[in-house]
Every structure is written in structure tokens, then in C-alpha cells.
């Protein structure tokens, strides 16, 4: 099981530059989603921003169910100079792959709740910290993709681009760099430095 | 005496690099820091459990080599304390005299010789270095107020100049010295072009350099280190050096060589060099030699 929770308002205003397409995902009845709180965000945001599009899609984690989905909407996907998806981090990383020329970004953070996990594709992986980091890293996860799940850049451990850990794997600092490289966005990469809060998700909100 | 007074009064600073035992009896490794290391080198860096290997520890091991009159770099990593234990440990060093420390990620545990424990990296090298700011300007990480005189370190940090992705490591060490990093030193180089080049680009960040060394025992070790160490490159022309004669590369000669002539390519281009002579301590007092270095 997994909750969902947005991200703060003044966070997701910032993101929304440009043409606006949002994405939300009300799939798995194994994730709680904040509709409600979601659908005012949305209408606040609308009155502010360049919000083209705003679609309620299931099962984006899927990437060719994601595929289908989005068809009917090329043109304003094309033209949309923000993705923002309100989704588990694995639907975020998800769309971010499969718009690989767009700036995707993550809307909530995705906390874990014990007990079954949900079913998600084997390609991509959600760490379900409570802080999701997607933005940063444009739609690559720091925590999943990096074996030591650094959250401010490449370690020394890396070799012809694969991890210390295993050979056969990407490093995942390498993906991010080369993501961002390929957007134009590697300025995204000074942002300040992170530290993690393992306190999340039992604390309150102040 | 901080390595950063050293750097600004102009100093090619001059560090060697000791790994404690798998143990708590010293007495061999100060020998080797007597004969071969006192007088030679501004100062020695102790590494803290390297490869993930279980050993005596870098903070006591920095306290014994205070005691007998060097200054120690205390290396510390992320791998196996959580940020209780780092700003602990740190206080700890102050304690103890310490003013000089190297901040590190750390390898994974699974590389290492207890590859069940857990991978900590609570904290990694940017926010250590961060960290350390924080205690120097007197609160622990969340902001509690430390009692009395705060610690003052001087902070290193290391990049790899030679990565086969340098742009993602320039990336990285332009967040470290954001975060405070006051040096740097390197992974060791084997290609000077690939260094000169390599500072060309990181001298914008204005922070001084120690070009790092490795001194290649024999052709087996260079091409393990090819195949298995990240960051580092043996050229194919210096495995056959290293092969050409048995005998002198046997004794050492033809490490000592090389290394002192790598220092030499690359001594104008940056403002020190670290030699992690990985054993062979006794070699350090000829590559200085040879490499002009000789105090």
C-alpha cells in the first residue's frame, strides 16, 4: 500500500513554466491518491498558469498502456513545455522515459504503508522515501537507480559508466547526467545540497 | 597544522597515505611513517576501513600518528555511521588535536570483506562537508548549539580526474566545494594529459589540487586496476615498461620511475600530490627524490 501526498503548493507553481499538460493517476487501488486536494491544486492552477490539458489516466506505470493513453492527446503533449504528473514515483519515471525530450516532473511524494506493495512493471522502481527527489534528476530515481542511493551526485565508484556494486548495471548518477545533459537542463543539478529525512513519512506537516 | 595555511602560503604540499591494520598492533606502520615518511611529507592520511575492509580504526590510528609528532588527515566516510556517529566522531577528532580530514562517500559494503553489513550512506560526501561547516559555525546537523569553542577543521574532498565520465565528476566537484571542500585530491593519474586537461577545467573552481599516485608495483597490478578501480587508467605503453624488464621492475625501480615522472609532467599544473604507495612506504623518500620534491 502507498499514499500519495502532494507536493507543497509553492513547489508545484514553480514547476508549472510554459504550456502546462497534467497527468494524474487514478490507478491501483493500492495507492492512495489525494483526489480532492489534487483537483482544487489544479483549478488554482489553471487560473494561474498555461494549463493545456489536464487528464485523469490509470495504470501510467504501464508503459504501453501509458502509450495508448496519451495518443489522443500528441498535439498537446508535443506542444506542452511542462509535464507535470500527479502519480507514484514509478508512473512519474514511467511517463519521464517515455517523453524523454520533455521536462517531467513529479507532483507528490510517495510514502510506503506496510503490507502489499501493489503491482508495478519491473523496469522502474519507486523507494517510496516521502521526498521525491524526480525533479532534480529529470525522472530518474536517485534512491532505486544508485546503489547507495546517494542524493547528490556520482560517487568515484563508477566504471565505463556501470556501478561499483555490479557490473552489468547502469550507474545511476551516470543515467541522471546524461538525462539532463540531453534536456539542456544540467543547471537543474545545482541545486542545494540534500540531505534526507528519515523521519518522513511518520512526521506532521507543519 | 592545516594543510589550507600550507596551500596559501604557496607550498607544493606534499601527502602519503597509510591504511591501518587488520588489527590493533601499530608499531610496524609507525616504523615505516618514521624512517621513510617524518621530515618527507607535510602530512598522512589514514584511511577509514578502505574497500570496505574491516580494520583498526582512522580516528585512533590519526591520534597515534599526532602522538609521534605528524599531522594526520583523518579520513571519513559515510559507509558506516549515520550522522549521530559522523558529528560524534568528528568532536572526537577535535578533540584529539585533529585539523585535518578527508570526506568521503565510501565504497559499498558488498565490495569489502564483511559484505553482509549494512550500507549506511546516510549522509554522502557533499553533505558531510556540509555538515562539517555547520559544526565549525557551532550547531550539530539540526541546528542544537554545541557547547563551548566549535571545532575548526581544514576539509578536503576527492575527485577523479581520469573518470571516463569527468563531466559527471566535475559536476560533483563543483558540490563539494559549494559545500566547503578546501582541496582536493585525486585518484591516482597515469595519464598527465588527462590531468592537464582535467585542471584546466577545475581550476575555475579555485580551490588547490593534490595530484594523486599510485606507484604501479608490477604489470599484473596495473591491469587488475584497469579492469576493477574505478577511475583509474594504466596506458598500454606503461604495462610494457613495467613488463620490459623483470628485475628492475621487481625491485621497485621501475615504479619509483614512473611515478616520480608523472609528477613532473603534471607538478606545474597543480598545487600538490598525494602518494598512496599502498605498502611500499619505503619507496616515497625516491620518487620525491626524483621527482624534485625533496625537502
Redo the contacts between chains.
Sequence with gaps: MLITQLKSKDTIEALAKGKVFIINCHGCKEVYFPEKEADELQKELKAKADVTEITTRDYICNPENLRLQLKKFEDKVEQADTILVFSCGVGVQTVAAYLEDKRVYACCDTCPLPGFQGVTPLEFDCGQCGECYLNYTGGICPITACSKSLVNGQCGGAKNGKCEVDKNMDCGWERIYRKLEKLGRLDTLKYPTQVRDYSRPFKEEK | MKLSELFQRGEFVVTAEVGPPKGFHIEHLLHEVETYLKGRVHAINVTDNQSSVMRLGSLAMCKALKDIGMEAIYQITCRDRN?IALQSDLLSAALFGIENILCL?G??T??GDNPQAK?V???????LL?LVGKLEAGTD?AGNPLDGEPPSFCKGA???PC???V???L??M??KV??GAQYFQT?AVYEPEKFIKFMEKAKQFGVPVQLGIVIPKNAGMAKYMND????IHVPPEMIEELKRDKEKTKAGITGVEISARIIRECKDYCQGVHIMALGWESKIPDILKLAGLEK
Design positions: 550522522r562517500t565504497d559499498h558488498t565490495l550500507p550512506f546516510d549522509l554522502d560526501s557533499v553533505s556540509q546537523m576527492v575527485v577523479s573518470s571516463d565520465s563531466d559527471v565528476q559536476a560533483k563543483e558540490a559549494k559545500a585518484q576493477n578501480v574505478a577511475g
